[in-house]
């Protein structure tokens, strides 16, 4: 059975990177809800054996301070009905974010399935961030790094009981 991953999370955190990594076939912009259209990219992603369908939002980055919160709003509930399992990524240098906490608040409240990554771990200048993310609840963070790669297998682990 395959499954669908949608990465979320504030914008800059790396959620294309993985994306980018992850996907081997660029498959649609989905563009059936109004306010949303060209904001939620479909890929088909691998990753080992894994095969699976990679949702990356994005969107956000446009958006100006008091715009931002409902579209995050919109955008995450948008892709957490569409995909089985959400990839909360956050950015691990820079540690837990009050916008960070918006997003866990939506997925809680969602009942969403998901997997915490620390993003932009690679070196010694995350692990303090890294630790910080226990805070939200969600379980331990998949240590992550996405432009160099990193992380994973640990991630592949996680998915595999899934697929
Ligand atoms: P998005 O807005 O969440 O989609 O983030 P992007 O994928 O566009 O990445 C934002 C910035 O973070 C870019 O400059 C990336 O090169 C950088 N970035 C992404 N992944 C990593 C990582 O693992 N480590 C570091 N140091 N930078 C990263
Ligand atoms: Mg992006």
Known sequence: MSF???IVGRPNVG???LFNRLVCKKLALVDDQPGVTRDLREGAARLGDLR???IDTA???EATDESLQGRMRALTERAVEMAD???FMYDARMGIMPA????ADILRKKSAKVILAANKSEGRAADAGVIEGFNLGLGEPIRLSAEHGEGLSEMYD???PIS
């Open 4 to 6: 669908t991953l949608a």
């Open 100 to 103: 960070d906490e918006v997003f």
């Open 158 to 160: 996680v998915l595999m």
């Open 52 to 54: 699976f369908t990679v």
């Open 59 to 61: 969107g956000l980055e």
């Open 85 to 87: 399992v959400c990839l």
């Open 15 to 17: 959620k294309s990177t």
